[in-house]
């Protein structure tokens, strides 16, 4: 992702990016939960691009998903070859997106704080919420939007 996002004409990394993304549509199999969710919500209200809007939201995803997801993001982490720890992988999401030029928060995206019961209105019946590690409400969904704001 650095290569391609720093050297826009690096065909081998623009590749390897191609393969990483038809990998990564094999995962919509088993469902994309919460981040995914939101961002189809965001996206329909505020036309942002859903890749990015995914990017800005993983990090709070990732914090509210921890209780369930701490111990296989820790062997993700050491497969990596990070600490492997969940804290060891986020930092490693935290550095790649701050390396790629990733924004921090949602509201860098334009989304208004008035439209989080809105959007997590929206996102609670999205298919993709349903896949969520942990059960979600619009409270949560809410709560996440907060965070990322």
């Known amino acids: ?13 623009r590749s390897y990016m191609m393969a990483a993304a038809i990998m990564g549509a094999t ?7 919460a981040m995914h969710a939101l961002s189809h919500a965001i996206g329909a209200l505020n036309n942002t691009q859903h890749g990015l809007t995914n990017a800005v939201l993983m990090p709070y995803v990732l914090q509210f998903n921890r209780p369930a997801i701490e111990t296989p993001i820790a062997a993700l982490a050491r497969y990596m070859g990070l600490e492997p720890t969940f804290e060891g992988y ?4 935290m550095e790649l997106s701050t390396r790629v030029g990733i924004p921090r928060k949602i509201t860098d995206l334009g989304v208004a704080r008035q439209d989080f019961q809105r959007l997590a209105s929206m996102a609670l019946p999205d298919f993709n919420a349903g896949c969520n590690p942990r ?5 949560s969904l809410v709560s996440i939007l907060e965070a990322a704001a």
Do not use: C, N, R, Y
């Open 1 to 13: 992702l650095p290569g391609a996002v720093e050297h826009g004409d690096d065909i081998i990394a």
């Open 27 to 33: 995962s919509f199999v088993k469902g994309l939960g």
């Open 90 to 93: 986020f930092e490693a999401v």
């Open 135 to 139: 059960q979600l409400d619009v409270p």
